[in-house]
């Protein structure tokens, strides 16, 4: 069934439907082109950040303080262009999962540290919140898998 | 283009901005080990470090009254039972600490440090060259 043979009120549900997408994408997209920005100012700095959860090595906390950034940037303008749109959102939900596993494994530990989303622009966030704005994420994340090109 | 297609174009263009970082970034990580294992470490590397380091003045009670360390705590020997839960309550886990007593050849910093280090506290360093060298490089 198309946009064509359906009902006016289900086509009107629908374009709102996809408004709320493209809201909620740009928003996602926004947001991961924030953190990795942020990060991106001082790497070493951020490397610090991963190195305080003590889940791995320095020198993968080095690595990873390269290419997280990147990758969050490649997949927020993937997000807001569209390209690589299914891709990005493969992305999106890997890391939203891996981070929010890193969060809830902090607090299990009772580690005491500073989320790091954001670089070092807002510290002293903590890990439970972050956590449920992730988890929040990871629901608009779904909405978006479910349409992920909006009308 | 494939879902898998696409995550793989996304990561190598991720990879090759992250060499390109690598490569020309003034704050970019260095990849040996910064963080030593806990022992006696030089105030360069605690500086190298671009964290909060918990200090702790292992000198006597006097010394520390007159100066000390910035946001340094008074551990040492003989204050010890007291002050320990005091430590204890600003002390963030995993926070890294630095103890310092008076000079290259004095113990204390040592002594507390590994007193630290069966508190439970990890990871613990001491200064070489204690306060002496913080003074001079001050």
Not at chain 2, 16 to 39: E, I, M, Y
Not at chain 2, 59 to 80: C, F, K, M, Q, T
């Amino acid at each position: 069934m198309t946009a064509d043979t359906i009902s006016p009120a289900a086509n009107s549900q629908l374009r709102v439907l996809g408004w709320v997408a493209l809201a909620l994408r740009i928003i996602l997209a926004g947001l991961f082109v924030l953190a990795g920005g942020l990060k991106l100012l001082d790497p070493a700095a951020f490397a610090a950040e991963i190195n305080r959860y003590q889940l791995i090595p320095w020198w993968s906390c080095a690595l990873l303080a390269l290419l997280l950034p990147w990758l969050e940037i490649c997949v927020g303008i993937a997000l807001f262009t569209r390209w690589f749109s299914r891709g990005a959102l493969t992305w999106v939900t890997a890391l939203l999962i891996v981070f929010s596993l890193a969060l809830l494994s902090a607090m299990l530990r009772g580690l005491s540290i500073d989320c790091g989303c954001f670089g070092r622009m807002w510290q002293s966030t903590g890990t439970f919140w972050p956590l449920l704005r992730n988890l929040a994420l990871l629901g608009i994340t779904v909405l978006l898998w479910w349409n992920p090109r909006p009308h | 283009m494939k879902t898998g297609g696409q995550v793989s174009v996304i990561f190598f263009a991720a990879l090759a901005l992250a060499g390109l970082t690598a490569a020309v970034h003034p704050k970019k990580p260095s990849f040996p080990d910064r963080f030593p294992a806990p022992g006696e470490i030089s105030l360069q590397d605690v500086q190298n470090w671009n964290e909060p380091v918990l200090w702790v003045d292992a000198r006597p009670e006097s010394d520390y009254e007159i100066e000390h360390v910035p946001g340094a705590v008074s551990l040492n020997p003989d204050n010890w039972s007291e002050q320990l839960p005091h430590f204890l309550d600003g002390w963030r886990p995993a926070q890294r600490v630095v103890v310092y007593c008076s000079a290259a050849s004095c113990e204390t910093s040592r002594e507390i440090a590994d007193r630290l280090r069966h508190s439970g506290v990890d990871p613990v360093y001491y200064l070489k060259g204690g306060w002496e060298a913080w003074r001079t490089t001050r």
